[in-house]
């Protein structure tokens, strides 16, 4: 089964960008979306957006003026840069499959990512 | 954005008992409506997508129903591994979202 491992650093200081990677273990990488999702400490999940191979990105609106995706088929990989951080985005960040047909759900999630926006 | 509205927010359940989580969309979304459950620490499980179809692995005392802007979340029979915090989202337009989440704890 396909495996999912977000990277990056853990501490990122307020007004700078935060940057994460998505290793994506198999081939799939060219036939679904890949979404990134966050989840402040005690809160609910909230979608930043997706990327498809082909190029087709979606940002949610509250987060598309400072965030930006890309996908890298050649290295299995997705990511994501949202920029002019504050303490609000500190957060666990998820990296997750979405299904193309059957629902459109996300089958498969990363562990996760843990975010801390601090000086 | 599709205002998603989980209830209840929380709920305490004993062993054995028959749980309904209800998730209601700001505007129809036929049956593009999935259920994930969260422990945690972890990251979130799919149970239940296309509103009612079980995700492989997933065991049968969970099943969905529903369709436009009303759905339901049912555990027939709650054991001691489903306690966890249950959330829904509409897979129907971008950008996608989330319930609230609905926890569901020991009584």
């Known amino acids: 089964q396909v495996q999912l491992q977000e990277s990056g650093p853990g501490l990122v200081k307020p007004s700078e960008t935060l940057s994460l990677t998505c290793d994506v273990s198999d081939d799939s990488i060219s036939s679904y979306y890949w979404s990134w999702v966050r989840q402040p400490a005690e809160k609910g999940l909230e979608w930043i957006g997706r990327v498809y191979s082909t190029g087709i990105i979606n940002y949610n609106p509250s987060l598309k003026s400072r965030v930006t995706m890309s996908i890298d088929t050649s290295k299995n990989q997705v990511s994501l840069k949202l920029s002019s951080v504050t303490a609000a985005d500190t957060a666990v960040y998820y990296c997750?499959?979405?299904?193309?047909?059957?629902?459109?759900?996300?089958?498969?999630w990363g562990q996760g990512a843990l975010v801390t926006v601090s000086s | 954005d599709i205002q998603m509205t989980q209830s209840p927010s929380s709920l305490s359940a004993s062993i054995g008992d028959r749980v309904t989580i209800t998730c209601r969309a700001g505007?129809?979304?036929?049956?593009?409506l999935n259920w994930y459950q969260q422990k945690p620490g972890k990251a979130p499980k799919l149970l239940i997508y296309?509103?009612?179809s079980l995700q492989t692995g997933v065991p049968s005392r969970f099943s969905g129903s529903g369709s436009g802007t009303h759905f339901t979340l049912t555990i027939s029979s709650l054991q001691t591994e489903d306690f966890a915090t249950y959330y829904c989202?509409?897979?129907?337009?971008?950008?996608?979202?989330f319930g609230q989440g609905t926890k569901v704890e020991i009584k």
């Open positions: 997750a499959r979405e299904i193309v047909t059957a629902g459109r759900a996300f089958d498969y």
């Open positions: 505007q129809t979304l036929s049956n593009y």
């Open positions: 296309g509103a009612s």
């Open positions: 989202q509409q897979s129907y337009s971008v950008p996608r979202t």
